[in-house]
């Protein structure tokens, strides 16, 4: 186990578990155990995308040390145990044929779309993406990044560029000069909007990874439900952790 | 030494007490170990109709427990008899099916369908779910409520019948005596009991619903104490429910008097609790010279008043 | 920032709203801070008569919670009139005298006898106190018998009359609203919940007389669930008590509907735990601008059936 | 802090507490809030017996690593915090004029009465101690005795010696010899209940400190009642917390 700070609020957890990594797919997530080595920690366990999947083995969380979870990982060290069900949940597609996808992500909604960036890169398409952000210190860029050669914009919202308007601009720039085949998003609400908007007038397919809080992560329990517009119109409770955590982004509904 | 983990359930022998409390298990639980290692499977509550739960957050933790508000969300009964059961009917293990209706009427109707319906072993009642429109309010609150839904749902099916109680009762025993005398053949204690959190930052509770049911090892002395309370009130078996973590919670549970256990929450925290309070209970009964896993009921129970088999 | 934190209980207004609740105090407690720093001092439940208390083991832990089965015992109110009641009034803050009766006859003449002796703020009737004897009935199971007891005691004395309610009836509204009819001016929500805890070496109960009362951390969201629903369903000011260890869990209790709280077994675990409530409390409306403590009180109630100060 | 094990079933705990030593007395004790360094323990507090009382302003505890609370306990190490309320309790007496003692104790009962062997000694008072043990490793004789020069005899389950009937026969001769102006005892229900026999006998005073689950340590709650015959004869639930832990040794009643 390996278990570094990133910045101020981010943690960065990596566990060797060769089996599980080669199992597990892009968008997809695990329930951890949050206790640390004194087994301290809240009493349910905590979703996590999978933020890294190495090539060696390891499986890599990116923690916002938010509250009692996170911050009973974040105590986790080198030789301790950790205690993780998955991978558990649908990841984000890339059908064949596609060059270029776009990525649009804001906090820590960028660990759940790095590995689509691997991926992507792995398939020769070519990614841009746009990462937003409190501020620089926040961005975490190269743990977006990784080795995909990602292209990327960074907005804040210390500077304005965050705001809607602006990542509306930009985003339409993007869209003209980039051309994606399928854009992709996660972790801000006003975003997935804009971002769903967008891709109706554009007419270009895409995904969003949702969040919802959880019981078993096993799709027993009907915890963690998001309304999700079907197919045919009709608006159902679909689980996060089954049908999800990735949804069509023009099926999911703004929360 | 071998155990006999084998109990008697009314009409049911299963081959061991551990099973799953309703709403906390699903087909999906094979992913972490063989189901049919399980004395039964028991489903989550089925309603007759389409219902769309609660609001959201339905989730919310304490110290030591879970408070939750599903609102038995489900697509009805055609639906399970349709698309449910072909998956439950992969496993061998008896199926329990769960049924919960708003009406003594709707109960009848849909246990009624369910006796046709091949491969389901008994009928799990919950005559407990609390309400939550109607401030908690469930048929097992009152001994006469309680009893008409159970004699309702003895006529509409011959098929096992158990009746799952309710913690928000203010007397467990009246309404365990009525649900007997009514033709409940097994009890379950106990659903989960009301409870509420709130967010002092927001100044909201935590669940969407407001309140919620209380589950967890917060509430495993009082789900001890109404097994407790029930096993002095009937003769029927009993099944306890509440905070059961791990083998020695099981086995409290049978000294207080159930003669099988039901793992709920625990399944979220680790999946594979169920095969491992089952071990557990093997290697208690081992250290203790106990051969039958029967031979722990009511233990713990006042001497006068059981008749049940004692140390 | 200065912040208000007198509350107004019916004809009292207390200083702040941290009091001790009855049973888990005693002057004894002066040794570990200044004790008229609380709103209230309130005594242990008083009863006409000497009375031995329950058997040995009296006490039980869980992981997160406590087991009791003192049993009230006491050398009467003779001897606490005589003995007691000097002691209690070295101290400055108002005395709240906690009465437990077997009879509504009794409770009324005990009540008399204390609204003749000066010195007591307010009688807080402990009709709630589970009866080991009766499988844990007590006058506040049920609305009607609650609603006698305190009509008697209305009668039998002008002082403020505050009523402690148990959460094991079935039905807390009902009986909130019956002794808030009967004249109870301010209701104490609520008394320990029956539990039961069995050591599995031996087979046997943990407490001595087999059930006890529940309280502290794993009790608070039943208690915050009563607070809750009590506070819908009468006017009168609610004390809030149950599992409150911080002044995390007093906010939660105010949101909730309470105008005060009572801290009970979080004084074992830390002598000093009302002060630091106190503090924390006050610390928290600094960090929030809140100028009034009654600004709290039913922030988290449903919207419409609140008449209630809210954010 | 100071913490050690002591044999295989016994750990020792000192902390520096020159306030708190400075007002304790022979045979009180202190409420220990028993979480390790990370914060795990039971919930309730333990009552411990003053071990000793050390001229150095420290505090020392014995315990016999038995549950939850003293396991916690023993975990704890130099640089930890300990929570503790006290001194609580009556202690033992001495009444002036007295020469001679004898105690008697078993297992971790000699925790509580070592104090009353190093005060004794302080007055020049002679201490006749019978010490009951499992076998010859769990006796403690030297956490017992510390500087007080008590003179010892050792009785053990192993060999037999602590059989009821022989301790009466060593405590016959004992009391040929040694003449104790008092008795004192702790540990046992056998033991305390042939001491109170003897001594009725031979009309010695003595004292026992008696033991008793507790809630609140401090008198409030009435947890930790025992039944002590009073003087006029009547029995009456006594608070070891408070009217004890020491009582007399013919008003206590067998447990
Ligand atoms: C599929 C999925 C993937 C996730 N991936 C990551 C990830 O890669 N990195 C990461 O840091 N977090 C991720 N999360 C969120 C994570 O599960 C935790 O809920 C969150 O980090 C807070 O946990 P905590 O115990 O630290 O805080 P808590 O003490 O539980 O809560 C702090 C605050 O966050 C709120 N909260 C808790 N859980 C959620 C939730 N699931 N959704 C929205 N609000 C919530 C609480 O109500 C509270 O206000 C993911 C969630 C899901 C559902
Ligand atoms: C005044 C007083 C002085 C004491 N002095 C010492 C001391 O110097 N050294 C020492 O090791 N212990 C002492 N004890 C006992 C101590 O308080 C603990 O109860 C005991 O060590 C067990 O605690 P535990 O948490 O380790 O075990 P637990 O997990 O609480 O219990 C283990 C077993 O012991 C039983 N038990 C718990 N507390 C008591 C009790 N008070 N009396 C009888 N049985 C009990 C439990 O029921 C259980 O069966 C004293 C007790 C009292 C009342
Ligand atoms: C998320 C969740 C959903 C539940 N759904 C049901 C249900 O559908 N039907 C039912 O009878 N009980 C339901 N219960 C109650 C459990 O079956 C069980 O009675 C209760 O949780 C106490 O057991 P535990 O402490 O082991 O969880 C549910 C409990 C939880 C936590
Ligand atoms: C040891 C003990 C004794 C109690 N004695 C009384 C009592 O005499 N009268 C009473 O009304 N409540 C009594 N109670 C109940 C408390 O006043 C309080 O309602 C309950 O413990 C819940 O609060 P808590 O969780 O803060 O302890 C007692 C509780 C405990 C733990
Ligand atoms: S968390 Fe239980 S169904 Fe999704
Ligand atoms: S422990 Fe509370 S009175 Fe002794």
Same mark, same amino acid.
């Given at each position: 186990?390996?278990?570094?700070?990133?910045?101020?609020?981010?943690? &960065? =957890?990596?566990?060797?578990?060769?089996?599980? @990594?080669?199992?597990?797919?892009?968008?997809?997530?695990?329930?951890?155990?949050?206790?640390?080595?004194?087994?301290?920690?809240?009493?349910? &366990?905590?979703?996590?995308?999978?933020?890294?999947?190495?090539?060696?083995?390891?499986?890599?969380?990116?923690?916002?040390?938010?509250?009692?979870?996170?911050?009973?990982?974040?105590?986790?060290?080198?030789?301790?145990?950790?205690? =993780?069900?998955?991978?558990?949940?649908?990841?984000?597609?890339?059908?064949?044929?596609?060059?270029?996808?776009?990525?649009?992500?804001?906090?820590?909604?960028?660990?759940?779309?790095?590995?689509?960036?691997?991926?992507?890169?792995?398939?020769?398409?070519?990614?841009?993406?746009?990462?937003?952000?409190?501020?620089?210190?926040?961005?975490?860029?190269?743990?977006?990044?990784?080795?995909?050669?990602?292209?990327?914009?960074?907005?804040?919202?210390?500077?304005?560029?965050?705001?809607?308007?602006?990542?509306?601009?930009?985003?339409?720039? &993007?869209?003209?000069? @980039? &051309?994606?085949?399928?854009?992709?998003?996660?972790?801000?609400?006003?975003?997935?909007?804009?971002?769903?908007?967008?891709?109706?007038?554009?007419?270009?397919?895409?995904?969003?990874?949702?969040?919802?809080?959880?019981?078993?992560? =096993?799709?027993?329990?009907?915890?963690?439900?998001?309304?999700?517009? =079907?197919?045919?119109?009709?608006?159902?409770?679909?689980?996060?952790?089954?049908?999800?955590?990735?949804?069509?982004?023009?099926?999911?509904?703004?929360? | 030494?071998?155990?006999?983990?084998?109990?008697?359930?009314?009409?049911?022998?299963?081959?061991?007490?551990?099973?799953?409390?309703?709403?906390? +298990?699903?087909?999906?639980?094979?992913?972490?170990?063989?189901?049919?290692?399980? #004395?039964?499977?028991?489903?989550?509550?089925?309603?007759?109709? $389409?219902?769309?739960?609660?609001?959201?957050?339905?989730?919310?933790?304490?110290?030591?427990?879970?408070?939750?508000?599903?609102?038995?969300?489900?697509?009805?009964?055609?639906?399970?008899?349709?698309?449910?059961?072909?998956?439950?009917?992969? $496993?061998?293990?008896?199926?329990?099916?769960?049924?919960?209706?708003?009406?003594?009427?709707?109960?009848?109707?849909?246990?009624?369908?369910?006796?046709?319906?091949?491969?389901?072993?008994?009928?799990?009642?919950?005559?407990?779910?609390?309400?939550?429109?109607?401030?908690?309010?469930? +048929?097992?609150?009152?001994?006469?409520?309680?009893?008409?839904?159970?004699?309702?749902?003895?006529?509409?099916?011959?098929?096992?019948?158990?009746?799952?109680?309710?913690?928000?009762?203010?007397?467990?025993?009246?309404?365990?005596?009525?649900?007997?005398?009514?033709?409940?053949?097994?009890?379950?204690?106990?659903?989960?009991?009301?409870?509420?959190?709130?967010?002092?930052?927001?100044?909201?509770?935590?669940?969407?619903?407001?309140?919620? #049911? $209380?589950?967890?090892?917060?509430?495993?002395?009082?789900?001890?104490?109404?097994?407790?309370?029930?096993?002095?009130?009937?003769?029927?078996?009993?099944?306890?429910?509440?905070?059961?973590?791990?083998?020695?919670?099981?086995?409290?549970?049978?000294?207080?008097?159930?003669?099988?256990?039901?793992?709920?929450?625990?399944? +979220?925290?680790?999946?594979?609790?169920?095969?491992?309070?089952?071990?557990?209970?093997?290697?208690?009964?081992?250290?203790?010279?106990?051969?039958?896993?029967?031979?722990?009921?009511?233990?713990?129970?006042?001497?006068?008043?059981?008749?049940?088999?004692?140390?």
């Amino acid at each position: 186990m390996e278990s570094a700070a990133v910045g101020r609020r981010y943690h &960065r =957890l990596e566990v060797a578990a060769p089996d599980l @990594a080669a199992r597990t797919r892009p968008g997809q997530f695990y329930h951890l155990l949050c206790r640390d080595a004194a087994g301290n920690g809240p009493f349910l &366990r905590r979703p996590m995308s999978v933020w890294r999947i190495g090539a060696e083995g390891r499986l890599g969380f990116l923690l916002h040390v938010k509250g009692l979870g996170t911050s009973a990982l974040a105590r986790l060290r080198a030789g301790d145990q950790l205690s =993780l069900v998955g991978p558990l949940g649908q990841g984000f597609t890339l059908r064949p044929g596609w060059r270029r996808i776009l990525i649009l992500a804001r906090g820590v909604g960028l660990a759940t779309l790095a590995p689509l960036t691997e991926a992507a890169a792995a398939r020769g398409i070519a990614v841009q993406a746009v990462l937003s952000a409190r501020a620089p210190e926040d961005l975490m860029a190269a743990e977006f990044a990784g080795g995909s050669g990602a292209i990327i914009d960074a907005v804040y919202d210390t500077d304005g560029t965050s705001e809607p308007p602006a990542v509306e601009a930009l985003l339409r720039r &993007r869209f003209a000069t @980039a &051309r994606p085949d399928a854009v992709f998003t996660c972790g801000s609400n006003r975003l997935f909007q804009l971002l769903q908007r967008l891709a109706a007038e554009y007419d270009i397919p895409g995904e969003v990874a949702l969040e919802q809080q959880m019981g078993c992560g =096993l799709g027993m329990c009907f915890c963690c439900v998001r309304p999700i517009r =079907l197919a045919d119109g009709s608006v159902a409770q679909q689980r996060v952790c089954t049908e999800g955590p990735v949804f069509d982004l023009q099926q999911a509904l703004a929360w | 030494m071998v155990v006999d983990l084998s109990v008697r359930l009314g009409r049911l022998t299963l081959a061991n007490p551990i099973m799953p409390a309703s709403g906390t +298990f699903g087909p999906e639980l094979a992913q972490a170990f063989d189901l049919d290692r399980l #004395g039964a499977l028991v489903t989550k509550s089925i309603t007759p109709e $389409f219902r769309e739960g609660n609001a959201l957050p339905r989730v919310a933790e304490t110290e030591n427990g879970l408070l939750n508000s599903i609102g038995i969300p489900g697509k009805g009964l055609d639906h399970f008899i349709e698309h449910g059961m072909p998956e439950w009917r992969r $496993f061998a293990a008896p199926l329990v099916v769960s049924l919960s209706a708003p009406t003594v009427a709707e109960f009848a109707r849909a246990a009624a369908r369910l006796a046709r319906t091949p491969g389901i072993a008994a009928i799990e009642a919950n005559i407990s779910c609390p309400n939550l429109e109607e401030d908690g309010r469930a +048929f097992a609150m009152l001994p006469k409520t309680a009893a008409a839904a159970v004699a309702a749902l003895r006529r509409a099916s011959s098929l096992p019948l158990w009746v799952k109680l309710s913690p928000n009762t203010g007397d467990i025993a009246a309404v365990a005596r009525a649900c007997e005398a009514a033709g409940a053949e097994v009890l379950v204690v106990a659903n989960t009991i009301l409870g509420l959190a709130i967010d002092i930052e927001t100044g909201r509770p935590k669940l969407g619903a407001g309140m919620g #049911g $209380f589950s967890g090892p917060a509430f495993k002395p009082i789900a001890l104490r109404l097994v407790w309370q029930c096993a002095q009130a009937v003769r029927i078996p009993i099944i306890g429910v509440g905070g059961i973590m791990n083998a020695a919670d099981a086995v409290e549970s049978l000294m207080a008097g159930a003669s099988a256990v039901q793992v709920g929450t625990a399944s +979220f925290i680790h999946p594979v609790a169920m095969p491992q309070v089952l071990e557990g209970l093997e290697e208690f009964c081992q250290r203790k010279g106990i051969t039958r896993i029967g031979d722990l009921v009511g233990v713990a129970l006042p001497r006068q008043v059981t008749g049940m088999a004692a140390e």
